[in-house]
């Protein structure tokens, strides 16, 4: 292999439950990878050959042409490039951010308005598919970008992700994110009514799940969480206290365009509810204990 035919050296920040395989599935694909815990305490767990970590962003970011970001919300993205010893002091000019954070699109906006004065690209490009998606490298990427960018982005996006979708600008990628959101959180209200009219009816629950999968009523919630209501157990998949956050991101952008949502404003005033109750870090699931508890079905 030709020196120019090398691939990039990666960086990644942001080893929670959906950027730590998907940092696994950057590595196992063959690049050299440099990964930066902003929490020491959070276990590596990454054992694959070529991973090295960084003691800071900078650190990370000079040793590394392409750095993905998958944190929790804007101002955590804004801290990490910019805040003191932060990736915008090290990355060299013709680097790229691909940012997989989910995050206002304004923020996304004024982070590639910043790197490009200093010759850095930058691509939002939030995911869905769940943590099993993130596992298995089957996410959708949905991207924002200049094609330029988009194109330089595409061979380490296309190791996390089977669907990559480039979708306009910078920030296309996080309004679509909020579209997303927004149709999961009607899915799940849905999902946990169906289930709590099963139980409250006297049908086996997960029979009628089986029964429904193929039809009309088919989902990846119905197919992939409808158990947990059913048990009425929610292991972490994505925290709910997180898609509350999604929501907010949804709400503000459709106050802003005109839109009215009162679904997700429903689901949104659930969540606060059950986050307030100590249930923000179950997974997004848990909005089924909201319906349980008005059906008198509470544990």
């Not at 955590?76 to 013709?94: S, T």
């Not at 949905?142 to 480039?166: F, N």
């Not at 309004?175 to 959101?181: D, E, P, S, T």
Request: some cysteine; proline content about 5%; hydrophobic content about 50%.
């Amino acid at each position: 292999m030709t020196p120019s035919a090398r691939r990039p050296s990666v960086g990644f920040i942001g080893l929670g439950a959906m950027g730590r395989p998907m940092a696994a599935n950057v590595a196992a694909a063959g690049y050299d990878l440099t990964v930066w815990r902003r929490d020491a305490s959070t276990p590596l767990a990454l054992e694959a050959p070529g991973v090295t970590e960084a003691a800071s962003p900078g650190e990370l970011a000079a040793a590394c042409s392409v750095v993905v970001l998958c944190v929790s919300d804007g101002p955590d993205v804004l801290n990490v490039l910019f805040g003191p010893g932060g990736l915008a002091e090290g990355l060299a000019p013709q680097s790229l951010v691909i940012d997989c954070s989910t995050t206002a699109p304004a923020v996304a906006e004024d982070a590639a308005a910043r790197l490009s004065t200093r010759g850095v690209g930058f691509v939002d490009a939030p995911v869905t598919g769940g943590t099993e998606g993130a596992q298995r490298g089957t996410l959708t990427m949905l991207v924002g970008g200049a094609d330029a960018d988009v194109r330089a982005a595409e061979p380490v996006l296309a190791t996390m992700g089977s669907r990559i979708v480039h979708l306009g600008p910078v920030g296309a990628g996080q309004r679509a994110k909020a579209v997303n959101q927004v149709i999961l959180a009607g899915t799940y209200l849905a999902v946990a009514e169906g289930v709590v009219l099963a139980l409250r009816t006297g049908l086996e629950p997960a029979a009628v799940v089986d029964a429904l999968g193929t039809g009309a009523a088919g989902s990846w919630v119905l197919a992939n969480r409808a158990q947990r209501m059913i048990d009425d157990d929610y292991p972490l998949g994505f925290r709910l206290a997180l898609h509350r956050k999604d929501l907010r991101i949804a709400l503000e952008l459709a106050a802003r365009a005109g839109a009215s949502l009162p679904v997700a404003a429903l689901a949104a005033a659930l969540e606060d509810g059950l986050i307030a109750q100590g249930y923000g870090d179950d997974d997004n699931a848990a909005l089924a204990r909201a319906i349980r508890a008005l059906s008198g079905l509470s544990r």
